[in-house]
């Protein structure tokens, strides 16, 4: 069974730091882009950071300077190092990977993990 799963969330003071971690597993034959996405109550799901296999990354603006994104290849693993985290960054985070396995190329989706930032 392919599943991406997600740990790191929590509940952190504004200006303080967290890092999610994601890792893909199963029978899986290669992993394309991944990417982490956040959606907040109320809110639509929108695009945090994504990483190519070769490393590049794009960034959403909000986030810019106080978040990277990065991976282990040899892990499956997409990673965000979250710095000077604000209210607004209060959501729950999706971790999101391309994976080609049995069938096909398929975008699969973590189970989510809060984030929450006081102020």
């Known amino acids: 069974q392919v599943q991406l799963v997600e740990s790191g969330g929590g509940l952190v003071q504004a200006g303080g730091s967290l890092r999610l971690s994601c890792a893909a597993s199963?029978?899986?034959?290669?992993?394309?882009?991944m990417g982490w996405y956040r959606q907040a109550p109320g809110k639509q799901r929108e695009l945090v950071a994504r990483?190519?296999?070769?490393?590049?990354?794009n960034y959403a603006d909000s986030v810019k300077g106080r978040f990277t994104i990065s991976r282990d290849n040899a892990k499956n693993t997409v990673y965000l190092q979250m710095n000077s985290l604000k209210a607004e960054d209060t959501a729950v985070y999706f971790c999101?990977?391309?994976?080609?396995?049995?069938?096909?190329?398929?975008?699969?989706w973590g189970q989510g993990t809060q984030v929450t930032v006081s102020s």
């Open positions: 999101n990977a391309l994976l080609t396995v049995v069938g096909g190329d398929f975008d699969y």
């Open positions: 990483i190519s296999p070769g490393g590049t990354t």
């Open positions: 199963g029978n899986i034959y290669r992993v394309d882009a």
